[in-house]
Every structure is written in C-alpha cells, then in structure tokens.
T-cell receptor
Framework: GAGVSQSPSNKVTEKGKDVELRCDPISGHTALYWYRQSLGQGLEFLIYFQGNSAPDKSGLPSDRFSAERTGGSVSTLTIQRTQQEDSAVYLC???????????FGQGTRLTVV | AQKVTQAQTEISVVEKEDVTLDCVYETRDTTYYLFWYKQPPSGELVFLIRRNSFDEQNEISGRYSWNFQKSTSSFNFTITASQVVDSAVYFCALSVGNQGGKLIFGQGTELSVKP
C-alpha cells in the first residue's frame, strides 16, 4: 500500500477484555515496529520484527502484551486483560531494512474504561 | 544506555520568525543514527531527516536546516521564516547499530507558530 495502515483507528474496551490491533506495513518493507504514545511516558518502543529473525521484544511492558507478524507482512498486537494504564495511542511503523528510516501509520487510540 | 533530551517543552513564535529546536543525545555506540520527526495535530509521525554518526555535514532542505555536532552530542533543527503550518510537536530520536527503526525518542517540543 501507499503507507502504513492501522486498524481500528479508535478502540474503546472494558477493563479486563482482550484487544487486537492490526498493522499493514508498506509493501516490501521487511522491518516492522510497534510503539506506544501516552501522555505520561512519551513515545515508547514495544517490539521490532526484522525479516525472519526472532523479534526484539525488549520493550513490551508486561506478559499481557504480545505481537505476531504473519507471512512477513501484516502484524497484530494483542493486549490481554486490558488495564486502564494501557490507554494510549499505539503506533506501527515499517522500514525497508533495519537500518533505514521508519514510516509511521496514523495509530490506534485505545481507551480502556 | 541511550537517551535523547529535548529540553524545550513548548515554544511559541510569531510567523516569519526563525526558531531552533534543541536535541542532545547520549550513546556509547560509535555507529548510530539521528532523526527528526514532525507530529502535526492529525497525529501521524512524519519523517523529516536521518543522519548517521559518520556524517557531520549540516543539511538544508528549503526552510529547514539541521546542525549535527558530535563534540556536543547535539542535533539541532532550525526552521527559517516559520509558518503557521509548522505548528506541530517535533521529536528528535536516536537509533544505534543497524536498527534504524528501533528509536529512542526525546520528549518532544511543541511548536506553536502564531499568525
């Protein structure tokens, strides 16, 4: 596609429910990243996929967070048993290789009530 | 550990003024990349520039210019003759090694350009 696409753009969920956020990277980009942007914490790295390598999960805040990337393209970020502190904008980015600039999607605004 | 500091939280200028956004970084790695991103009110992060640690040449793109100085670990961004459309939050970021998209962001500087 022309740019990184994320869905849904907004998600409201009840505390304790699971949510899935989707990211479609730019076609041909081998690297994919998830970030979280919240008022108190700024922009935080969550996870990084590069080709067929094992993902770098060093930024995931707890074991309630997980992500997968199927077929080297679409990625899903899953948050289990959501908490109010999970409320944030979740941003996805992709790049052509690991060493080049990343292009970001519009983000998914998650609100946990 | 790596760190990016943008000491200016908010800046307000009047249209046509020049404005400089400061960025100071910390890393022990010899190979690293520095970036600037713009986040307008729409929310999407827009890539502006990428610089590698071996290239200290300053860069100019239209009204935008960047000053990279390794001696002071700074990568400052200047907008000349600012316009209302420049109003946004600007983020400086750092990546190390070959992980270009694994970014450590500064806290951002909110620039408001008034007519």
């Amino acid at each position: 596609g022309a740019g990184v696409s994320q869905s849904p753009s907004n998600k409201v969920t009840e505390k304790g429910k699971d949510v899935e956020l989707r990211c479609d990277p730019i076609s041909g980009h081998t690297a994919l990243y998830w970030y979280r942007q919240s008022l108190g914490q700024g922009l935080e790295f969550l996870i990084y996929f590069q080709g067929n390598s094992a993902p770098d999960k060093s930024g995931l805040p707890s074991d309630r967070f997980s992500a997968e990337r199927t077929g080297g393209s679409v990625s899903t970020l899953t948050i289990q048993r959501t908490q109010q502190e999970d409320s944030a904008v979740y941003l996805c980015a992709s790049s052509s290789t690991g060493g080049t600039e990343a292009f970001f999607g519009q983000g998914t605004r998650l609100t946990v009530v | 550990a790596q760190k990016v500091t943008q000491a200016q939280t908010e800046i307000s200028v009047v249209e046509k003024e020049d404005v400089t956004l400061d960025c100071v970084y910390e890393t022990r790695d010899t190979t690293y990349y520095l970036f600037w991103y713009k986040q307008p009110p729409s929310g999407e992060l827009v890539f502006l520039i990428r610089r590698n640690s071996f290239d200290e040449q300053n860069e100019i793109s239209g009204r935008y210019s960047w000053n990279f100085q390794k001696s002071t670990s700074s990568f400052n961004f200047t907008i000349t003759a600012s316009q209302v459309v420049d109003s946004a939050v600007y983020f400086c970021a750092l990546s190390v090694g070959n992980q270009g998209g694994k970014l450590i962001f500064g806290q951002g500087t909110e620039l408001s350009v008034k007519p």
